[in-house]
């Protein structure tokens, strides 16, 4: 015994204690520090002793009842299967000050989404979530190989039948499974269980339960249930009506009586009584609508087992409106079901991932909680003034760019421009470069692939009108850098970021748009001689490109996003598929036909509008117009438009309300005539 310790006895003053002990494994019939067992209070053995109150379920018993109730039924499936949405991934940091970094096909993570041959993950994770919410524990055990000791399967436990065994020190020793009373319980090393439990303030080693909180609900629920159920049922020893017969009538006549009420009235239905009274009497015994009305008493248990579990008051309201249900459900998934996903992986990292896999592993799942997106593009657009591309990626937990200096040393917007132009330059013969190969290619990589542009691009010539070519030279740029990007992506195994690519596009086309627009209006004012407020007309203008581009751009990057996810397919199961294969089987996105297409079907779609507006206009001075369609502007004109050549617009504004643009590089438009009252 050392001279501290010799001076810590005489002071009476105890060493550091190990953690068990701050953990008492048995009752203490002493004082001091607060008891984390199960506490008890005064009046909590009690309860249920006398029929003052309800009976005292067993978490068991609890759980039973409550599956029984279709409040906790459907917050428990909610809470389950959008949990299985999440997806686990397994990143690496080797130092306390690093990023943790993604590790790709991880062997836990290759184990978490088979975890056994009758098990798949999503059946699993919704285990875990009913375990947890009915018992407020859970337990999933990691089966090894017999051979090589490694885990290779994943089974949940039945709550109800496992317990952690407390330890003296390490606070808990092993777990033990009893699957019957009556049998001895088999004891599994803390090192394969994964135990999630939520928190408990009278036992910190095991779980609480939301059905603690709403257990007087749940049984009062119950009981409503039942005594609704036993007053409609059959023989439920209340009459519903008696009669009453005078008193001197005789026994034959009374039971002739009572028998022909029955079989011509009653057809063992309802239950009328029969007895002798005054005169012939009859008088309606039923219990009152008001009194059989449950379902008002029945809202207030449902709201307080709600609360119990995270659901805001909206949720399962029957006239929510759409804006109302997409409010409830974030907060259910903000509040009741993101909560668990991180004390899933929390606990997985903490009880298995450290301890099997290595201490700079963490397992962690992606955020499902819903995002504005809107606000997040806002936002993305703003940083790209002062941010760099790769701190723009590395917010968005993507890896950062290294082909191109630009990407950290000037603002994103301004390298994303210089970028788009210096893509749409020719590049010279002489610097044509090597194809990039994937590590698993098979081709001789030193081939040169031709990378020419197709021959049916040459062949095409163009047919932009002069007041096409400012969108299209603003578009062309951004398609030739979109197959760039997409296959860079598809290359580095990412995703491509069709939220900037729509931003671009949109930027480039809202303007264009707008300015056609207002070139119309203006032709139309000197037409008819009706001046117009510029700054109103632009702000209607910009009202109605907001809306349209949109429209455009899902019309454009829809067919994209299938090719693309067509080839990446393709590029997964190609061995030895090259850079410049992946960008000749993407060509068409970029070709100058189809960049075209969109100008053309942008400008027309402007100049429909134009028409409109300005018909809109004198109808504000009381001049009454009809739209004529015309195809003059079309040197092909089709068999769609054709038969509506000079026709006004009650002949075909049922099928095109909105003018010409009636298909792809459609050119016809508008003109207005007067109607004469």
Known sequence: MGLLDQLRNLLGIKATPAVGEFYPMERSSGGGMIP???????????????????????????????????????????????????????????????????????????????PNPFFSRSLLMQVWAWFLCLKGEAYLYFAPDASNGDLIEIWPLPAWACRPVPHPTNFIEKYALQLRPDAKPIYIDAAYICYSRLPNPFDLRRGLSPLEAASLALQ????????????????????TNVVSLPQETSNTDFERFRAELFDFYGSGQRRTMVA???????KALAVSQREMDFITSRSFTRDEIDRAFGFPGGYWTANATEANQRGAKAVVIENAVWPKAVLLAEDL????????YGPTYRASFDDIRPRNIELDIRERQANESTWTVNELREAQGKAPLDDNPLWDTVPAKVALQSYTVKSAEPAEPEEQAEPVAREDSLEDTDEVEDQQEPEEAKAYKSRLLPYEEALAKALHPLFGAMTK?????????????????????????HPELVKHAISGIMALTEEFGIAIDLPQVTIGLNAWADSEVPQLL????????????????????????????????????????????????????????????????????????????????????????????????????????????????????????????
């Open 220 to 239: 009062t629920d119950d009981a409503q249930k039942r005594w609704n159920w036993r007053f409609f049922d059959k023989e439920n020893a209340m009459p």
């Open 554 to 677: 899902e019309r454009i990057l829809k067919p994209a996003k299938d090719l693309v996810e067509q080839v990446t397919r393709r590029y997964q199961v190609t061995p030895g598929m090259t850079r410049g294969q992946l960008e000749t089987a993407l060509s068409s996105l970029a070709a100058p036909y189809r960049v075209e297409m969109v100008t053309v079907n942008a400008i027309t779609k402007s100049a429909s509008r134009a028409t409109l507006e300005y018909q809109s206009i004198l109808a504000g001075f009381e001049i009454k117009t009809k739209r004529i369609w015309r195809t003059s502007n079309d040197d092909k004109v089709c068999r769609v438009c054709s038969p509506m050549n000079g026709k006004p617009e009650e002949d075909w504004k049922d099928r095109f309300p909105a003018g010409p643009g009636a298909h792809d590089f459609c050119r016809c438009f508008t003109t207005l005539k007067v109607v004469q009252e």
């Open 36 to 114: 984390t067992y199960p506490m008890t209070f005064p009046g909590w053995t009690d309860m249920g002793a006398d029929g003052a109150n309800p009976p005292k379920l067993t978490p068991e018993a609890r759980a039973r009842l409550a599956m029984q109730s279709a409040w906790v039924f459907s917050n428990v499936q909610v809470i389950a299967q959008e949990l299985t949405t999440a997806t686990l991934r397994v990143s690496e940091a080797l130092s306390n000050t690093e990023e943790p970094q993604q590790v790709i096909n991880h062997a836990f993570e290759l184990l978490w989404n088979t």
């Open 276 to 282: 002798r009274g005054g005169q012939i009497d009859f």
């Open 485 to 509: 990007q997409i296959v860079t992506a598809i290359t580095a195994g990412e995703t491509m970021n069709w939220d900037l690519l729509s931003l671009q596009l949109g930027t480039a086309m």
């Open 349 to 356: 990292t903490t009880q298995i991932v450290r301890l099997w």
